[in-house]
Nanobody
């Protein structure tokens, strides 16, 4: 069973920062050659892609977070990070990590096979 665990969410004021982590705790698949992504979903809104990270390529960010968020996967290990800076109230959402991209458009959440349970990020004005 695939198990991805996100952490690092919380409540901050606008302009603050948070760093999310997504740990792949599986022992049978390290997903080293797979595409990863962070998504978010605000109440009443559809799940939207935040960043896509594919081995050997620079991250692709959604316009809404480009320049403020930074995604990394040091040494292609089992943890993916999302550093979020200059946070805005509109960044408030549950953030999910996903892995195993089946191709197509990365911002189409149905193209990822495995998901974490999500971590809440709340930004107050």
């Amino acid at each position: 069973q695939v198990r991805l665990v996100e952490s690092g969410g919380g409540s901050v004021q606008a302009g603050g920062s948070l760093k999310l982590s997504c740990v792949n705790s599986n022992t049978w698949h390290g997903f080293s050659g797979c595409g990863w992504a962070w998504y978010r979903q605000a109440p009443g809104k559809e799940r939207e892609g935040v960043v896509f990270l594919e081995p050997g390529s620079p991250p692709i960010y959604a316009d809404s977070v480009n320049g403020r968020f930074r995604c990394s996967r040091p040494d292609a290990k089992n943890t993916v990070y999302l550093e979020m800076n200059s946070l805005k109230p509109e960044d408030t959402a549950v953030y999910y990590c996903a892995v195993y991209f089946d191709g197509g458009m990365w911002y189409d959440w149905t193209r990822f096979r495995y998901w974490g349970q999500g971590t809440q990020v709340t930004v107050s004005s």
